[in-house]
T-cell receptor, first 114, second 113 residues
Framework: AQSVAQPEDQVNVAEGNPLTVKCTYSVSGNPYLFWYVQYPNRGLQFLLKYITGDNLVKGSYGFEAEFNKSQTSFHLKKPSALVSDSALYFCAVRDLRGNTPLVFGKGTRLSVIA | DAGVTQSPTHLIKTRGQQVTLRCSPKSGHDTVSWYQQALGQGPQFIFQYYEEEERQRGNFPDRFSGHQFPNYSSELNVNALLLGDSALYLC????????????FGQGTRLTVV
């Protein structure tokens, strides 16, 4: 069975500082990994994905994520945080074998302080 | 392109009632998945529809049922509502066989009183 762990309920960072939101995953096959962001009373917006290839993937709004197979991690990063980045972030995984649904972590609330 | 649209945006129902939520997928997408997001939780997979049939189902009771129409739009029905069914219901669309991300609608906030 697939699973995702986001170990931090809340991450606080000062504006202009780098940010990291952590994610580890478990799948039986090869993973298909995603990050989504959710603003209050809204649906989920896609940020970036990893299928194969370069372990560092770049996405929307200056975000990037690093895939680490040995540590089964897919941490979300941004070099310089903005107040407008404050939101709820979800990591999700699919098994590439077959049409399995997305499995989400419980989310991490990012708060960027001016 | 309007993206994924869901209706209604908000809904209040009484325990024991039935509710129908609707979703129109993004243009070109043929697969619709439904998720339940309880307050403070990540989205939980309910089921997925493709070619008008339920292809996969999560750990939800039979009170949750769905339908997909020939134009790929979908409905989620919940019977005998419980207080615990109060949540944000999200619809996601994707294209089967293509390694693209799922696109989500803005959700329907269901409150059961």
């Amino acid at each position: 069975a697939q699973s995702v762990a986001q170990p931090e309920d809340q991450v606080n960072v000062a504006e202009g500082n780098p940010l990291t939101v952590k994610c580890t995953y478990s799948v039986s096959g090869n993973p298909y990994l995603f990050w989504y962001v959710q603003y209050p009373n809204r649906g989920l917006q896609f940020l970036l994905k990893y299928i194969t290839g370069d372990n560092l993937v770049k996405g929307s709004y200056g975000f990037e994520a690093e895939f680490n197979k040995s540590q089964t991690s897919f941490h979300l990063k941004k070099p310089s945080a903005l107040v407008s980045d404050s939101a709820l972030y979800f990591c999700a995984v699919r098994d590439l074998r077959g049409n399995t649904p997305l499995v989400f972590g419980k989310g991490t609330r990012l708060s960027v302080i001016a | 392109d309007a993206g994924v649209t869901q209706s209604p945006t908000h809904l209040i129902k009484t325990r024991g009632q039935q509710v129908t939520l609707r979703c129109s997928p993004k243009s070109g997408h043929d697969t619709v998945s439904w998720y339940q997001q309880a307050l403070g939780q990540g989205p939980q997979f309910i089921f997925q529809y493709y070619e008008e049939e339920e292809r996969q189902r999560g750990n939800f009771p039979d009170r949750f049922s769905g339908h997909q129409f020939p134009n790929y739009s979908s409905e989620l029905n919940v019977n005998a509502l419980l207080l615990g069914d109060s949540a944000l219901y999200l619809c996601a669309s994707s294209k089967t066989g293509v390694e693209t991300e799922a696109f989500f609608g803005q959700g329907t906030r269901l409150t059961v009183v």
